[in-house]
């Protein structure tokens, strides 16, 4: 499934200030708001695709990230078995207080019923949402480079295997909920700037289950879940970078009772890698080439992330030269392109000299061809330099 450009969701120019982005955001929200759509899937979707857009656009890393990455980079759905970070109606409430609330005074009440969502508003049952998981992941340059798939061991809550997950001693040890008959919330009428509204919210007494255990299962006490170890294979592509996050639908932790499980966020590290320095796609190596090397030339091995591969120097260059290795950088998270190696060329410069070498020196020092001679483009060098840290 494609998923549209945040701000095409929106309805901004990439170029929108982060007033501009709120706005936006406040008028979708309105527009889409579930309470004036009642039923309307479409008005959900837009409503919920509203507060994905806004969740990134409106925190500045991760609107870097998308600007650089687009949706792989923000936790989107970057192929290897990892589904879109998407939000729950739960979230998405959550985060109004931030933006609503001075607008309408109340903040959350204003809109009154929000706690009610989650489905019961469906007119079904609520069912449970399993907390996300979030572990971190460790990888070197050298698997960022290929991708790679990692088996990592997960602490979690599982289905309990004696009752399935049921929470009950028998499998069948319920009755129907009295307070709620079964329906799993109660409805109450409220007056909010909307106008009058029905709102239904959990039953107390359930807590939106519609039935009570009457025999509670002796191992996981009635939950109907208990922790466990799972051991999860994770599909990393290429070309992701620290503090990236993944999401994988499904993986977090189990519900109580039989409801849905939470996600399991993994959140990329970088480990520093002893030679390579990494620049976005781009790997820089420093070079230290002793002097007679430098005037002579020579041939060098250098490090890559694919192993040692050997580059000619050319005699006579000069220290501050950048050779540049087309394609032996890093990736792109989402497929295209790859970035190069920058060999950063530096001259090694004697700290202490021993006579033997003190009389060689004092022999070069007014040779004709050790004089300083610049052309343009080593007179450059500070210029080159400064785009090169840019
Ligand atoms: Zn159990
Ligand atoms: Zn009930």
């Known amino acids: 499934m494609s998923k549209r450009d945040y701000y095409e969701v929106l309805g901004l120019s990439k170029s929108a200030s982060p007033e501009e982005i709120k706005k936006a955001y406040r008028k979708m929200a309105l527009k889409y708001h579930p309470d004036k759509n009642p039923g309307d899937d479409d008005a959900e979707h837009k409503f919920k695709e509203a507060a994905e857009a806004y969740e990134v656009l409106s925190n500045p890393e ?3 990230r998308y600007d650089q990455f687009g949706h792989a980079g923000v936790g989107g759905a ?4 990892f589904s879109g970070g998407g939000m729950s109606m739960e979230d998405i409430f959550e985060n109004f207080g931030d933006i609503f609330g001075s607008a309408f005074g109340g903040g959350f009440g204003g809109f009154g019923g929000f706690s009610g969502f989650g489905g019961g508003r469906r007119g ?5 949402k399993g907390s996300n998981l979030r572990v971190k992941v460790k990888l070197t340059l050298e698997e960022i480079a290929k991708g790679v798939n990692k088996k990592i061991k997960v602490n979690k809550y599982v289905p309990c295997d004696t009752c399935s997950g049921t929470g009950a001693k028998d499998g069948s040890s319920h009755t129907t909920c009295s307070t709620c008959r079964g329906s ?9 700037f909307l106008g009058q509204m029905q709102t239904a919210s959990t039953c107390p007494t359930c807590g939106g289950e519609g039935k009570v255990i009457t025999n509670k299962c002796d191992k996981c006490y009635g939950e109907g879940i208990v922790k466990d170890t799972e051991v999860i294979s994770l599909d990393i592509p ?3 970078g620290e503090g990236m996050q993944m999401s994988v639908a499904g993986k977090g932790n189990a519900a109580r009772r039989g409801g849905i499980n939470g996600d399991l966020i993994v959140v990329i590290q970088e480990e520093k890698h002893k ?3 990494r620049d976005g796609k781009d790997l820089i190596y420093n070079l230290f080439l002793t002097f007679p090397e430098a005037a002579m030339g020579t041939a060098v091995e250098i490090p890559t992330v694919e192993g040692r591969v050997k580059i000619k120097i050319d005699a006579g260059t000069q220290p501050g030269k950048i050779l540049r290795l087309r394609g032996k950088g890093l990736p792109e998270v989402n497929g295209y392109g790859k970035g190069d190696l920058l060999v950063h060329i530096n001259v090694w410069v004697p700290k202490k000299l021993s006579k033997e070498e003190q009389n060689m020196m004092e022999q070069l020092q ?5 004089k300083p001679n610049p052309s343009g ?3 450059n060098i500070f210029e080159r330099m400064k785009n090169f840290f840019e």
């Open 62 to 64: 991760k609107k870097q």
């Open 275 to 277: 030679d390579l320095v």
């Open 78 to 81: 970057a192929g290897g078995g």
């Open 366 to 370: 007014d040779a004709e061809n050790f």
């Open 124 to 128: 079904g049952r609520r069912t449970t």
């Open 238 to 240: 290429a070309g992701v």
């Open 377 to 379: 483009a080593e007179k």
């Open 184 to 192: 799993g919330q109660v409805t109450q009428v409220t007056n909010t």
